[in-house]
């Protein structure tokens, strides 16, 4: 994730040596915060998505599961998705055997229920705002040049210790001369406190909203079949 807009980038010279040192830093702390929550609803606009979707196979197929609380049905793992399904409460079993085999055989199995949909039930629970944490992970400075006591320029970059915090400096021998101070590009992270998880923002939005959009074809497509 580029960070062009809220990057601060300034050269101090020691008054003393000579030498010049590279400074750049975010001149948007809130980015941070806005982050999280950008995550945040994303996630929880996701989650709207496969309960939507549940509530409306349902509404057509078993009107009796139907209620204010019908939402995607969500557990730990295949086993516990089928003992609700069986359960007295539920009974999808015998409402619906088709959407039964259905959750089973194709939802449960082949959409990424335990590393896509599980955690996004478990993040969309939670308060976005205290426990995904955005992080810095790496940060690079692209495109610095210096200028050499000869008239020579070098282009050259650099790159953080990972989750090293702002300000990010680069020291120059005497001698030296900073053209161009390049520009600051960093990978933010969610860092989900509850399982520890780093998450890059980008490909976990990226690879979330794939799968849902899976599941949801998946799902239309068992209702044409079914001839609702």
């Not at 003393?16 to 915060?33: N, R």
């Amino acid at each position: 994730m580029a960070l062009y807009e809220t990057d601060h980038s300034m050269v101090k010279v020691d008054p003393k040596s000579g030498e010049e040192t590279l400074i750049h830093d975010f001149s948007d702390p809130p980015f941070f915060e806005d982050a999280a929550l950008i995550l945040g609803d994303a996630i929880h606009n996701l989650k709207c998505a496969l309960d939507y979707t549940w509530l409306e196979t349902i509404t057509r197929m078993a009107p009796t599961l139907v209620d204010d609380r019908a939402k995607f049905p969500v557990r730990k793992n295949i086993n516990e998705l089928k003992g609700w399904m069986e359960s007295e409460k539920a009974r999808v079993h015998t409402v619906c055997p088709a959407l039964y085999r259905f959750m089973l055989d194709e939802i449960a199995a082949h959409t990424g229920w335990e590393w896509v949909i599980l955690p996004l039930h478990r993040m969309n629970n939670r308060d976005k705002h205290r426990l995904l944490l955005p992080v810095l992970s790496h940060v690079h400075i692209k495109g610095i040049e210096v200028e050499d006591e000869n008239g020579e320029r070098h282009i050259g970059s650099g790159v953080s210790a990972e989750l090293q915090k702002p300000p990010y400096c680069i020291r120059y021998r005497r001698g030296l001369h900073v053209t161009n101070k390049g520009e600051l590009t960093a990978l933010i992270m969610i860092e989900d406190v509850e399982s520890e998880d780093r998450l890059p923002v980008l490909e976990t939005i990226s690879g979330y909203s794939y799968y849902v959009a899976r599941v949801v074809k998946l799902f239309e497509a068992f209702l044409e079949l079914e001839g609702f």
